[in-house]
């Protein structure tokens, strides 16, 4: 029987994912996170984008490897002895959300626990929250397939880009990783309309979802189109994994 729900929490570079996923670690018992970061190829084995390397594709990680996590995740409920993450060194900026919130939501998630009887939850079952810039692409099926419950935040390329632009760079294998000027709008960006727009009515991931595929493919899309605060992402997530959890334990 397995031991661990594998929850993806997805979104465009620079949307909240790292944040959000770190805070859901603290409100939500016994649970861990994985990175997808943490499964990139060595630099040099990286294709080439606007002639930048792109880190921002599927090529760009070692799919199977992270499959292969994920199968031991699933039957041992606890994260692979041989992995070390990289990913846990890169700061990210003050979450501004209140004590106060975050102690209403372990209270939500206790209630319902308590109430339920869930072993999700719970040493027996833990959650793991994989956390990655690409987890419900049409190339990553292998990723998509492997995860329970999913979760998409949103933002628009202005505020994606702010941010991003403002962070100091990223641990890598071989050192550290800054952005060359303008890898968002030449790299990384259109790397994620073309993973993405499939999941939006007409192609376009700053207009309006596409219900009908999101249905199929079960994804949980945050609301306020990427211009909530973390604050409101946190309560809507919460809320959000206690119904997912209620529909997949019955």
């Known amino acids: 029987m397995p031991t661990a729900t594998i929850l993806g929490l997805s979104g465009p570079s620079s949307s909240g994912k790292t944040t959000l996923a770190r805070l859901l670690r603290s409100i939500l018992p016994h649970t861990l996170i994985l990175h997808e970061d943490d499964f990139y190829r060595s630099e040099e084995q990286l294709p080439f984008r606007a002639g930048m390397r792109d880190w921002d594709c599927a090529a760009a990680l070692d799919i199977p490897a992270l499959v292969k996590a994920l199968g031991f995740i699933r039957e041992n409920g606890r994260l692979p002895g041989w992995l070390v993450s990289k990913e846990d060194q890169n700061a990210i900026g003050e979450h501004g959300v209140p004590d106060r919130v975050i102690e209403e939501c372990k209270a939500k998630i206790t209630a319902w626990a308590l109430q339920n009887g869930r072993k999700t939850l719970s040493a027996e079952r833990r959650i793991v929250i994989l956390d990655g810039f690409l987890l419900f692409g049409e190339s990553v099926r292998q990723i998509r397939e492997s995860i329970d419950l999913k979760i998409m935040l949103r933002a628009k ?8 632009e403002n962070r100091s760079g990223y641990v890598t294998l071989e050192g550290f990783w800054e952005d060359p000027p303008g890898y968002v709008e ?5 790397g994620y309309v073309e993973e993405h727009s499939f999941m939006f009515r007409c192609g376009d991931v700053d207009g309006n979802v596409d219900e009908r ?6 994804v949980q899309i945050c609301p306020g189109e990427g211009e909530w605060s973390m604050e409101q992402v946190l309560q809507w997530a919460v809320d959000t994994v206690i119904k997912m959890l209620g529909s997949d334990c019955g």
Not at 157 to 164: C, D, H, S, V
Not at 186 to 190: E, L
Not at 213 to 218: A, C, D, E, S, T
């Open 157 to 164: 390329f202005a505020k994606a880009k702010e941010r991003r």
């Open 186 to 190: 030449n790299v990384v960006w259109p």
């Open 213 to 218: 595929v999101i249905r199929k493919l079960g």
